[in-house]
């Protein structure tokens, strides 16, 4: 990993948020004034009404013989003070009043949009488009797939969203020579589009994940399959096609059998009616894949794909003590998977091992529930975990000891106690070994860069990044707030820097200067 220097960061990290009187999550960068909150009207002209004292005064200012006298008015005195900044808000420092809310600073993103919904989803992923790999130009386009949390159990849906015309927050500076980016600029403030395709779905959806394709490839024809997997309140796994969804969105005037796509390809039942959230895919080509589910009651199944439809095994993986609260398949070992549990530990599999008990662990990785863990894609012997005391913490797995070994839990190669409640997401960046965003219940989204040091020459910038009794860690490059109850994160793995987020009552997609 290449190393960044802490003063590199200093002046992003503490630029991220401000506070105001208002913001509103609507889906327009520029959250436009609503109509019913208007207030007088202005005259077109600025001219004045005037009363019958003014009439008298200006009357008193005309001498006997009719002529108007000038009246001498004194000097007005411009200051040239600036207007004082905006607060930064520090988290943990500042409690907001009953009438504050943040207010983004754009300056620090490059691009930044808000959409409400209807219902609450806890859970989303990224599907793969057809716009090619390493995208830089705006307007941009993404696609997700989620699951909603309604108010009965016939409302919740399986959702899949286009969001297209995701505009520039800023304009760039300084123009491009060759005006490439002049079309953007032009279209600032116009609003992004929202489109979706639905389907219904019994219970609420406690997580949803899609199918992993190769990168540098496009979408598969309309003809094959592209699967989601959504884990139903409901304890079931259902497994849906949605790349006619997809072709709707994009082709005008397709049509498919609604009919046969609303219902599932497959359902796993067999976790019975017990409800679970771990979940992750894995493939080897486009034919074969594998699913991993685990349930509260700390078993694992695993799902595998045949030319004729899907096998769930009934043998589960049980090491556990507690509920399964992540999976995550190996980048780089195709038979081998992790797994994080409310018993506070990080267990390591072999699908091929007998017995069907983990390999290695990490006995003690939190001081309390691991919610989730991240296993690095470029680097595969770096896992991320985040615990519900709030810490993040990478791990080197190859100090990880193997079952039976009497050698204590390895120690983290990093450990951030930054977020104040249980972390709720966490995810390596698609490309950047060192760089990951993790969320967490006290409403922030934070981007960190393990490469970023601390030398001793720069001991002082470093000093000045304190604010009253929080003191920045050098990794940490970006803090995103505004959003309420955050859920879930993923990258988006075609549009580098870019943060797509949901939470209690919108999704956020964004990128900052800093990644």
């Not at 006995?363 to 615990?387: F, P």
Request: aromatic content about 8%; some cysteine.
């Amino acid at each position: 990993m290449s190393k960044r220097s802490a003063t590199e960061v200093s002046d992003i990290a503490s630029k991220s948020a401000r506070t105001n009187q208002n913001e509103t999550g609507s889906s327009s960068r520029n959250e436009d004034a609503n109509m019913d909150d208007m207030g007088e009207f202005e005259d077109a002209w600025e001219d004045e009404i005037e009363s019958d004292d003014e009439v008298v005064d200006a009357e008193a200012g005309v001498k006997e013989d009719g002529m108007d006298v000038d009246e001498v008015m004194p000097a007005i005195e411009e200051s040239e003070e600036p207007a004082p900044p905006p607060d930064v808000f520090i988290p943990g420092t500042y409690v907001l009043g009953k009438d504050e809310v943040l207010e983004a600073d754009d300056s620090v993103y490059i691009m930044r949009h808000s959409t409400n919904v209807p219902w609450p989803c806890l859970s989303f992923d990224v599907l793969r488009d057809n716009f090619g790999d390493e995208r830089q130009r705006y307007p941009a386009t993404a696609y997700i797939v989620t699951g909603t949390q309604a108010d009965l159990a016939n409302n919740n849906e399986v959702l899949v969203y286009k969001m297209s015309s995701l505009h520039k927050t800023q304009k760039d500076d300084e123009s491009d020579s060759d005006g490439e980016n002049d079309d953007d600029d032009d279209h600032l403030d116009e609003d992004p589009v929202l489109e979706y395709r639905s389907i219904p779905h019994l219970g609420g959806v406690n997580r949803i994940r899609a199918q992993p394709l190769p990168s540098s490839t496009p979408l598969p024809p309309v003809s094959h399959p592209y699967y989601v997997s959504s884990w139903a309140e409901t304890g079931k796994v259902h497994i849906f096609d949605v790349r006619p969804l997809l072709e709707s969105l994009d082709v005008p005037g397709y049509t498919y059998d609604k009919a046969n796509y609303k219902k599932p390809v497959f359902t796993i039942e067999s976790h019975g009616h017990v409800e679970g959230f771990a979940m992750d895919w894995a493939s080897s080509g486009t034919s074969s894949l594998r699913l991993l589910t685990g349930d509260i009651h700390s078993k694992i199944y695993l799902t595998t794909s045949t030319p004729t439809g899907f096998n769930a095994l009934s043998q589960p993986f049980l090491s556990h003590t507690s509920s399964i609260e992540d999976l995550q398949w190996s980048p780089s070992e195709p038979t081998v998977f992790a797994s994080c549990s409310a018993d506070c530990s990080i267990q390591i599999w072999d699908v091929r091992s007998k017995g069907r008990k983990s390999v290695a662990s990490i006995v003690s990785a939190h001081e309390s529930d691991v919610n989730v863990i991240n296993w690095n894609r470029s680097t595969s012997y770096l896992m991320l975990s985040g615990g519900d005391e709030g810490n993040v913490k990478a791990w080197d797995l190859r100090n990880v000891k193997k079952k039976g070994s009497d050698a204590p839990d390895p120690k983290p190669v990093a450990a951030f106690d930054w977020h104040k409640a249980p972390i709720t997401s966490i995810e390596w960046h698609p490309t950047e070994d060192s760089i990951f965003a993790a969320s967490g219940a006290d409403d922030q989204l934070t981007l960190w860069d393990l490469a970023v040091e601390q030398d001793d020459d720069e001991t002082g910038a470093v000093d000045d990044m304190q604010h009253e009794s929080r003191v920045f860690p050098p990794q940490l490059l970006f803090v995103h707030q505004g959003q309420q109850d955050i859920k879930e994160l993923h990258w988006h793995p075609q549009i580098p820097g870019t943060v797509i987020s949901t939470s209690r009552n919108r999704f956020d997609i964004f990128k900052t200067i800093s990644v």
